[in-house]
């Protein structure tokens, strides 16, 4: 085969192979790129919106059960102190004896003449007849928690120390006496005969005792 034969078959199977490589595919029948069908995007869809919840009912209040019950008052108190009142006049009689006749001191008593207990508490109130001011409070008397307890029938005592003779000085025959009650309960006096009794600034009186030799050694 000459040489310019074969170049003229080894163009036409060059041009051959170009058609092939041109022409339409099978899947792409009647001409045309073939390109790939788009793929369709998706539309995002709206979250479904909550259907707001109804409020809450409130609950009914719990019902208190049958069985509570208020608790019962405990047992009267037994202790025999309870309920023991301060005395007043009311509940005593009183009597006044001469103790010194040199120094005019006098021995005060009273009786607890009611049917119940009552407690003295601390000094006397003394005064004399119709001269003004009372006897002056001689020593300490106990709280109201130590104070002598004074049964029906029992007796108290308390000294009062007459006051030195001078020239302002004076006599009188009775005196008068109330009780300290720490309120202001109203009280008729209880009077005592004390003849010759020298009443100046030094008359004093001493707590309630629950012995005569106590009340006058103060």
């Known amino acids: 085969m000459s040489t310019v034969r074969r170049s003229v078959v080894v163009l036409g199977a060059l041009s051959a192979l170009a058609l092939t490589a041109c022409g339409p595919t099978e899947d792409g029948a009647g001409g045309g790129t073939d ?50 009142f301060p005395c ?31 407690r003295v508490l ?16 001689r020593g300490s008397a106990p709280g ?7 049964a029906p029938g029992r007796s108290a005592y308390a000294g009062l120390m007459g006051g030195l003779k001078s020239g302002t000085s004076k006599t ?14 109203t009280q008729a006096p209880l009077k005592a005969s004390t003849p010759g009794l020298n009443v100046a600034t030094g008359n004093s009186v001493t707590a309630w005792m629950d012995n005569a030799e106590d009340a006058l050694t103060l």
């Open 172 to 185: 009188v025959s009775s005196i008068a006496l109330t009780m300290d009650t720490e309120s202001d309960l």
């Open 88 to 118: 007043n006049t009311g509940d005593l009689t009183f009597t006044a004896s001469l103790a010194e006749p040199t120094t005019s001191s006098y021995l005060l008593k009273v009786t607890n003449k009611s049917g119940k207990p009552c």
């Open 35 to 84: 390109v790939p069908p788009a793929t369709p995007t998706a539309v995002p869809t709206a979250p479904a919106t909550a259907s707001p919840s109804a409020p809450p009912k409130p609950s009914a209040p719990a019902k208190p059960s049958a069985s509570a019950k208020p608790p019962k008052p405990g047992p009267p108190s037994t202790d025999p102190d309870d309920d023991v």
């Open 122 to 137: 601390g000094h006397p109130v003394v005064t004399f007849g119709a001269l003004d001011g009372q006897a002056k409070k």
């Open 144 to 150: 109201i928690e130590e104070a002598i307890r004074l």
